[in-house]
């Protein structure tokens, strides 16, 4: 390293200083070098085909828009005009049939017996011991209608002499029909969509004819 030089310059000396700076280098970083990704021809899987069905083996489509059924009857008085007075006459009069010592209506419903309104009906799905989902009463003719009813299989139908108001109007009496001497009249139908079923109920009252 040079501190200082002197020269002459014109009979004068002449001092000039000067230094030498030590040379400083820096590591220059050396860059990676990716090798090229070598190019790949793309691959193809093939999809297996569809199984196409001929027509005559397809399903049939599944119905969206099923018919409702309905269920209707009557509960009708069950006539047997025995005469107040003496025994059984001989013969019997129409409607009646013997029943030990005496004789009571024949569980057919003939012309000219009318129907009994105002008699609660109810509507069970499977067996008559389920739960009631529908109820309604006879009109004035007796007749009653379940409509609208969009389950199908097996639905039950009952009358209860018993309950309110049925025990103020058809007691004392007996079911003549379907089944004689039951506490409470019932029957089961088994439902296809879009048709109607007819369920009857006959009654004879004790002290009318």
């Known amino acids: 390293m040079k501190l200082f030089t002197v020269r002459f310059v ?24 990716i090798p090229p990704t070598p190019f790949l021809p793309p691959t193809y899987t093939q999809m297996p085909q569809s199984e196409v069905l001929p027509a005559s083996t397809l ?3 599944e119905a969206t828009n099923v018919p409702a059924s309905s269920i209707n ?26 029943s030990g010592d005496t004789a ?23 067996a008559c011991t389920n739960p009631v989902i529908a109820s309604l009463f006879t009109d004035s003719n007796g007749s009653y209608t379940f409509q609208s009813i969009l389950g199908m299989g097996a639905f039950c139908i009952t009358v209860n002499p018993l309950i309110s108001p049925n025990d ?14 039951a506490s409470a009249a019932q029957t089961i139908v088994n ?3 879009g048709q109607s079923y007819q369920v009857d109920f006959g009654w004879g009252f004790q002290f009318l004819p």
């Open 10 to 33: 014109a009979g004068v000396a002449l001092i000039l200083l000067s230094c030498t700076l030590p040379t400083i280098s820096f590591p220059v970083p050396t860059q990676a070098v």
């Open 59 to 61: 399903p049939a489509p």
């Open 73 to 98: 009857g009557s509960v009708w008085h069950d006539l047997c005009a025995l005469p107040t007075l003496g025994g059984l006459p001989s013969p019997l009069p129409a409607g009646c049939v013997p």
């Open 104 to 126: 009571e209506a024949n569980g057919i419903k003939e012309t000219g017996e009318s129907g009994i309104p105002g008699i609660q009906v109810d509507l069970h799905q499977g």
């Open 168 to 181: 103020s109007i058809l007691i004392p009496g007996g079911w003549t029909y379907p089944s004689k001497g």
């Open 191 to 193: 439902l296809s969509p």
